[in-house]
């Protein structure tokens, strides 16, 4: 009897849409109006599925819908996205998505996603420039030899670095191009891959669940709050030290054990292949780390100095940071002088290695859509914003960080879910008699530990680059998740009393 493979990314995704689909025919649909700033008229516009009303942007129109946002949040551009309306849920007539509309979601996914999709395929093609030159081989050789012994340095300093990037500016999506490049790094200095994959991963997602001045989480979140987004900061220091520590442990623990024993490694049963894929086997060790070698690496480097740079003071996105990557490749082209129709048939490779991760991000957002266009994820929040009434206020922040986590599935954007649930959800602390802040908190807390499994997020994608299991992945992180989340529950509970 053949034994039973799990099923890839895109299969579980699939699996996931369907299983979306035939809720929207067994949960109502219903809807939260919703209110949004125009610059340009200088008025709110308040949305419902009858109709739209242009209304005076003053405080008194905030108070008015029950809104305890300042008027200034909005005109300075603090809260740019609609924001959910309390106590304006209505019960609309059902839109179950057919066959017809879960056919089409992936496709709409695809192209909602666009933005997200052209970056991962740019650097894609820089990675492929990249290899051509040879200064990977011989930047990971120099590496490998200076931290020979010491390579447990490595582990500390990536998940530290890009946990910095998660807690600061969000640092998430752009994750994925420093996989194909760290992931090498990792499996030089005789770790596996699943190493370097929780070093990436979990240091973006402890950083961005811990957010400190996460301006796409914690700094939208509190506006929509009614708050500001300094309180409560000392308690999320707190718990970024903590979970930083306590996950930095696990993975060093795991990497010993892999480093003693690779027979221990979860994903021992690849590491030829893995060694192959991210062409270890072909490094060439003795490539010397040549001026221009090295001038090359820099630029490569800067390419994601001048990303940060971006996406923090310049308010870059996608586009911006796509033309970064896109512009290095062709400087590196012209460093390494590369003839252009290899160049370019380099780049075009380049991407298409990475064509099967551009897709999972797309079907991943056509979930979300088939949701959204069944009108159901604001009936889940709707319920889920009456069933903490009359509770402890202790049972009621960790009811709270259980409710956000099973959210996040429906809602995975961060920023769309502060805008949708905070102004509907804050004011519940103030029954309780407890601060907002911690609100803000369980949306953090709740959204970031799930997002370490969570299957419309980007762990697939993550996955679907380093060659890895879901299944797997889930053997790896289960027992870290759950040590989160009792450390998570106990400093929520602390923080309340």
Same mark, same amino acid.
């Given at each position: 009897?053949?034994?039973?493979?799990?099923?890839?990314?895109?299969?579980?995704?699939?699996?996931?849409?369907?299983?979306?689909?035939?809720?929207?025919?067994?949960?109502?649909?219903?809807?939260?109006?919703?209110?949004?700033?125009?610059?340009?008229?200088?008025?709110?516009?308040?949305?419902?599925?009858?109709?739209?009303?242009?209304?005076?942007?003053?405080?008194?129109?905030?108070?008015?819908?029950?809104?305890?946002?300042?008027?200034?949040?909005?005109?300075?551009?603090?809260?740019?996205?609609?924001?959910?309306?309390?106590?304006?849920?209505?019960?609309?007539?059902?839109?179950?998505?057919?066959?017809? /509309?879960?056919?089409?979601?992936?496709?709409?996914?695809?192209?909602?996603?666009?933005?997200?999709?052209?970056?991962?395929?740019?650097?894609?093609?820089?990675?492929?420039?990249?290899?051509?030159?040879?200064?990977?081989?011989?930047?990971?050789?120099?590496?490998?030899?200076?931290?020979?012994?010491?390579?447990?340095?490595?582990?500390?300093?990536?998940?530290?670095?890009?946990?910095?990037?998660?807690?600061?500016?969000?640092?998430?999506?752009?994750?994925?191009?420093?996989?194909?490049?760290?992931?090498?790094?990792?499996?030089?200095?005789?770790?596996?891959?699943?190493?370097?994959?929780?070093?990436?991963?979990?240091?973006?997602?402890?950083?961005?669940?811990?957010?400190?001045?996460?301006?796409?989480?914690?700094?939208?979140?509190?506006?929509?709050?009614?708050?500001?987004?300094?309180?409560?900061?000392?308690?999320?220091?707190?718990?970024?030290?903590?979970?930083?520590?306590?996950?930095?442990?696990?993975?060093?623990?795991?990497?010993?054990?892999?480093?003693?024993?690779?027979?221990?490694?979860?994903?021992?049963?690849?590491?030829?292949?893995?060694?192959?894929?991210?062409?270890?086997?072909?490094?060439?060790?003795?490539?010397?780390?040549?001026?221009?070698?090295?001038?090359?690496?820099?630029?490569?480097?800067?390419?994601?100095?001048?990303?940060?740079?971006?996406?923090?003071?310049?308010?870059?996105?996608?586009?911006?940071?796509?033309?970064?990557?896109?512009?290095?490749?062709?400087?590196?082209?012209?460093?390494?002088?590369?003839? /252009?129709?290899?160049?370019?048939?380099?780049?075009?490779?380049?991407?298409?290695?990475?064509?099967?991760?551009?897709?999972?991000?797309?079907?991943?957002?056509?979930?979300?859509?088939?949701? /959204?266009?069944?009108?159901?994820?604001?009936?889940?929040?709707?319920?889920?914003?009456?069933?903490?009434?009359?509770?402890?206020?202790?049972?009621?922040?960790?009811?709270?960080?259980?409710?956000?986590?099973?959210?996040?599935?429906?809602?995975?954007?961060?920023?769309?879910?502060?805008?949708?649930?905070?102004?509907?959800?804050?004011?519940?602390?103030?029954?309780?008699?407890?601060?907002? /802040?911690?609100?803000?908190?369980?949306?953090?807390?709740?959204?970031?530990?799930?997002?370490?499994?969570?299957?419309?997020?980007?762990?697939?994608?993550?996955?679907?680059?380093?060659?890895?299991?879901?299944?797997?992945?889930?053997?790896?992180?289960?027992?870290?998740?759950?040590?989160?989340?009792?450390?998570?529950?106990?400093?929520?509970?602390?923080?309340?009393?």
């Amino acid at each position: 009897m053949r034994k039973l493979k799990f099923p890839t990314a895109q299969t579980i995704l699939i699996i996931i849409a369907i299983i979306v689909a035939l809720l929207t025919w067994l949960i109502p649909a219903g809807k939260f109006d919703s209110l949004s700033y125009n610059p340009k008229s200088k008025t709110f516009i308040k949305t419902s599925l009858e109709e739209t009303v242009e209304l005076p942007a003053t405080q008194e129109t905030l108070e008015n819908l029950n809104i305890k946002i300042p008027l200034n949040k909005f005109t300075n551009g603090d809260i740019y996205k609609p924001i959910g309306i309390p106590n304006t849920y209505k019960k609309l007539e059902s839109k179950p998505q057919g066959l017809s /509309e879960l056919v089409q979601a992936p496709v709409k996914g695809i192209i909602a996603a666009s933005d997200i999709i052209f970056l991962i395929l740019i650097i894609g093609g820089l990675i492929g420039i990249m290899n051509l030159t040879g200064a990977f081989d011989a930047g990971i050789s120099w590496m490998a030899k200076l931290l020979k012994g010491r390579e447990y340095i490595l582990i500390i300093l990536v998940t530290t670095l890009i946990a910095a990037g998660g807690t600061t500016f969000g640092l998430a999506e752009e994750t994925m191009a420093f996989y194909p490049i760290l992931i090498p790094v990792f499996l030089a200095a005789k770790y596996d891959a699943m190493v370097g994959l929780s070093c990436i991963f979990l240091g973006s997602g402890v950083g961005s669940m811990c957010s400190t001045t996460n301006p796409f989480s914690t700094i939208i979140a509190s506006d929509a709050a009614g708050i500001n987004w300094t309180t409560g900061l000392n308690n999320r220091i707190i718990m970024l030290t903590v979970c930083l520590v306590i996950t930095i442990i696990y993975i060093l623990q795991y990497a010993k054990r892999v480093k003693a024993d690779p027979s221990k490694s979860l994903i021992y049963d690849q590491k030829e292949e893995l060694e192959v894929l991210f062409g270890v086997h072909a490094m060439n060790t003795s490539t010397t780390f040549t001026h221009r070698l090295i001038l090359i690496t820099v630029v490569f480097s800067l390419c994601f100095v001048v990303m940060i740079i971006g996406v923090s003071f310049l308010d870059w996105w996608f586009v911006e940071m796509t033309a970064t990557f896109l512009v290095g490749a062709i400087i590196i082209g012209f460093i390494a002088k590369i003839n /252009e129709s290899v160049f370019v048939e380099t780049f075009a490779k380049g991407a298409a290695e990475l064509l099967s991760v551009a897709f999972i991000v797309g079907i991943a957002r056509g979930v979300t859509i088939l949701m /959204e266009d069944g009108l159901i994820s604001d009936t889940i929040l709707y319920h889920a914003s009456t069933i903490t009434e009359g509770l402890n206020k202790g049972v009621f922040t960790n009811f709270m960080l259980f409710i956000y986590g099973g959210l996040s599935f429906f809602m995975p954007s961060s920023s769309g879910m502060a805008v949708l649930t905070m102004p509907i959800m804050s004011p519940l602390a103030d029954t309780v008699n407890i601060g907002r /802040e911690t609100i803000v908190d369980t949306y953090n807390y709740g959204m970031g530990l799930f997002y370490l499994i969570n299957p419309t997020g980007l762990i697939l994608a993550a996955l679907a680059i380093v060659r890895i299991g879901f299944n797997k992945w889930l053997k790896f992180i289960v027992p870290l998740v759950l040590i989160l989340l009792i450390t998570t529950m106990a400093l929520l509970t602390i923080s309340v009393y």
